[in-house]
């Protein structure tokens, strides 16, 4: 299948992957404290299963793609579910402390049409709860020895979970960075997300793959599709962010926008904007922080450019791209139909 | 020995622990990047090796005292230096992690002389340096696994940093929340402490022995013995941010008491205070913060109901139980003796 001629079929989040939905939860929740220490009560209202006082809710979570990949990798070669499910439940441990830290480093109100953990609880407490999170995700990773696996490759699996943490910060640092520039250019910004974004969603491929086959070489394709479809993910995120509808993303509009950050769409304009445009960009580019009518245009110039629907071809490129990474690979069918729906919905979903 | 009629022979770091020095340097060294990538030029800034160009400095970093127990301790058990040697190197890139973090967090602006990262790069790089200095320890650890430890040890020793990393975390977060309090108690204050500072000592010297002689029962009287040292040791931080050189400490005078901590002295103080002076405590702590003359007034009532003498009384206790825990381990003499001969630099520490 090329996704490149399929049409938007589903924006949804493919159903048959809903499988794997409730023993992920169960694992997530027995990997983070049930206790009443304030910090933990934090912990559980950011995963979304209590509200502020720690009063159990209706979930209210994220997507949880990550362990949705890795278990589904893990699968996919032939492994049994339960024995990638530590990795999984690390990786959307640290996905997660990632968020804490994001919502604090980016001045974000909102999640998940939720207040953030920093507006509730203040920052200096909002970074323990995201180092709790970090701190949880490698202890539940020491469950992998527990599973019958064997040692070299739960070492192998610790080792990589913290690789593409350390990638994933400095992913971090350079996003932040990268708003104090106007010259960044589209291969800094996809080594950037690459970093940012790519390595944790490979690198749970690849642990899903390591876990299951124990074959090295089958687990280089999945971090390469992995790769590829980390920045197909954040391709998409920065196009959400920017048209996207808040109700749906659950995220603020055009926080993006205000934060100066250089995404796609925005690198894309300062390389291609001409005349009017280009001088509105670089006039705006000096203010500290963009206001309203200032993101308005923006949002104009943008558009002018064709930088939303150049977002998009890139996207469809590394769609294919994470899809053709896998061909070598030894999958059950059913296995594949699965990557390449959940790769479609990467490259269509609206939220 | 008992510590508590020991003279102050020396308030200097015991000079037969700078053995350890040079090996614990080059290693520590060796698990940080050294290379041009912005984030790491700033971890190597705050160990102490660089300038903020990332230009190196003759060392400028802190005492050691976690790693340094872990290796003797090692030692003390009959192991080899070099087989601790990667939890060493972890626990004090996880104490690092935390003081980059909690300089943040107590919006302290100097350490050792020099401004903290986050006033050079700001919170939100900040958060990220902390950030890869834990994920940085965590892969340390896994070199315990190159060395010949028994693969149960490493895994035991990985579960233990982080199990103190959630400790400390849950301390940080306790310390944090006591500044909106008047009514801490003693006690609270101690099972704190024993949180943010005594796990991660207790862990460092529980490790070292585990990896040193393998022996659970050894391991948990250096376990308990650490975590007397860790209450000692932030009970002599607590009076040397009240009463201690700035000069010497490295650290600003008062930023405790200017932040409203509940310090031993100052939950000391305000279940002793009598008359004017508990009036003058309870007035001034429902400021904001505290500037100025009412840190002068503060520590003026503190003296008054004999916070420091106190405070130096329950120190000198923890000091002996320190000891009295290893009492019953198998101990070469000369260790013993560095072990006393650290713990009376513990309790009469000017820095």
Not at 45 to 56: E, F, I, N, S
Not at 321 to 342: G, I, T
Request: with cysteine.
């Amino acid at each position: 299948m090329s996704t490149k001629n399929t049409p938007p079929f589903t924006a949804g989040f493919p159903t048959s992957l809903a499988r794997y939905t409730d023993a992920l939860e169960a694992a997530l929740r027995s990997a983070v404290p049930q206790d009443d220490v304030p910090l933990h009560t934090s912990l559980r209202y950011h995963m979304g299963w209590a509200d502020p006082q720690g009063v159990p809710i209706a979930a209210a979570g994220g997507k949880r793609l990550r362990p949705i990949l890795c278990l589904m990798t893990c699968e996919a070669v032939g492994g049994s579910l339960l024995d990638a499910m530590p990795a999984a439940v690390a990786v959307e441990l640290v996905h997660n402390f990632s968020l804490v830290h994001d919502d604090i480093q980016d001045r974000d109100r909102e999640r998940h049409q939720r207040p953030t953990v920093w507006t509730l609880w203040g920052e200096p407490q909002a970074m323990s709860v995201g180092n709790a999170l970090y701190a949880l995700a490698c202890k539940a990773m020491l469950n992998l020895a527990h599973r019958p696996v064997a040692i070299p490759v739960v070492l192998q699996a610790l080792a990589k979970l913290m690789n593409s943490s350390l990638a994933m910060l400095e992913g971090q640092y350079l996003d932040l960075a990268f708003e104090q520039r106007v010259d960044v250019t589209p291969q800094e910004y996809l080594d950037m997300i690459s970093l940012k974004t790519g390595a944790l969603i490979a690198c749970a491929m690849e642990m899903g793959s390591l876990v299951g086959s124990e074959d090295p070489s089958t687990a280089s394709l999945f971090l390469q599709s992995g790769l590829h479809m980390g920045q197909l993910f954040q391709l998409q995120d920065d196009v959400l962010g920017i048209w996207g509808d808040s109700a749906t993303t659950g995220k603020p509009m055009h926080s993006d926008i205000q934060r100066k950050k250089k995404t796609f769409p925005v690198v894309y304009a300062f390389q291609h904007a001409t005349g009017a445009g280009a001088i509105t960009l670089h006039r705006l580019y000096q203010k500290e922080q963009l206001h309203g009518d200032d993101v308005r245009q923006v949002v104009e110039v943008l558009e002018s450019t064709g930088a939303r629907q150049e977002a998009h071809r890139r996207a469809s490129t590394l769609a294919d791209q994470a899809l053709e990474s896998l061909r070598p690979a030894e999958l059950a069918p059913q296995s594949r139909r699965d990557l390449e729906d959940l790769v479609s919905f990467l490259l269509y979903r609206e939220r």
